[in-house]
């Protein structure tokens, strides 16, 4: 339940749960029905999406609800797709997800991500509490960031992995390389984001947003070149694009993100990549059965091919 406050009075219902929910299967058009069908009542009554929330207005937001309502007409089918596992037991999985492939199913695309091949992969033996698409999903990467992601077998294994990620346990460290030359050693950046009201895709520092969640990032540069810095990024908080975002709020966006900046740096533009320059290289968590330390990191013979060659060309 969520409570309308003297940022939010005066905003449409609509407006208002497209902002709060961040999920890459939410648009207007289905938050509108979410709140004619009564999922979204605000003081326990069915309003019109169109409602503008007054101060002290209590929105009763069922997120559990609202994203099975969201998936229930999407269609999922194991895949045998080739899948690139560095552990496997009865609990948790970790897998090299490749570039160019989603982690899970959305309203957009229901073929061809993790969760397909997992679900060939693994049958049934996957959890189930991020719902039908999201089977195994403990955390997730962008589209075209690859790299490592540890997947839950079990529902007891997905709350324990889960918890570790909240409570900051679970250590998940990125390699990028970023454009123009960041003076600082190492920093952390400490900015919220939310869903930008402008273009629901993009995600954007905003302290002033009622719906901006906390994200704090790491940085250490590990090799600067001219017009470019090589880094590896540590994230605390795991928001949607978050490193790309922060990253872009520095005025360094990661080599290949047009999405966030890249495209406004000529010096290398005919250097073309699949996307972002970014990978998930390593992690640690404690094993959710044996509490053992389980420690993963892919070295450079195992990096990215864009990551790879950004790197060879810059380092001439």
Known sequence: MVRADEKTCGQRLDVFLTHMIEDENINRTKIQKIILQGKAPVN???????????????VD?????????LEEDIKISPQKIPLEILFEDKHVLVVNKPKNMLTHPTSYESKDTLVNALLHHCGENLSDIGGPLRRGIVHR?????????????????HQILSRQIKDKKAVR??????LGEVLA?????????????????????????????????YYYVLERFEGATFVELELET???HQIRVHMSSLNHPVFGDE??????????SKIK??????????????????????????????????LKKVLKILRK
């Open 259 to 268: 999405l966030y900046g890249s495209k406004g740096f000529k010096q290398y």
């Open 185 to 217: 050693n190492s920093g952390v950046i400490e900015k919220p984001i939310t869903r930008s009201m402008k273009d629901t895709v993009k995600m954007v520092v905003d302290p002033d947003s009622p719906f901006a969640k906390q994200a704090r990032t």
């Open 273 to 306: 990549t699949r996307g972002q320059v970014l990978q998930s290289t390593y992690l640690c968590f404690t094993h959710p059965k044996n509490f053992e330390i389980m420690e993963f990191e892919l070295g450079p013979e195992r990096w990215d091919e864009d």
């Open 238 to 240: 795991g928001r949607t």
């Open 173 to 178: 460290k990125y390699l990028a390389v970023v």
């Open 141 to 157: 990467l962008d589209k075209n960031t690859s790299g490592l992601l540890m997947v839950a077998k079990t529902n007891g294994a």
């Open 61 to 69: 937001i069922d997120e559990s609800a609202l994203q099975l309502f």
């Open 44 to 58: 326990g009554a069915v309003k019109k999406p169109a409602y503008k929330l007054k101060p002290g207005d209590f």
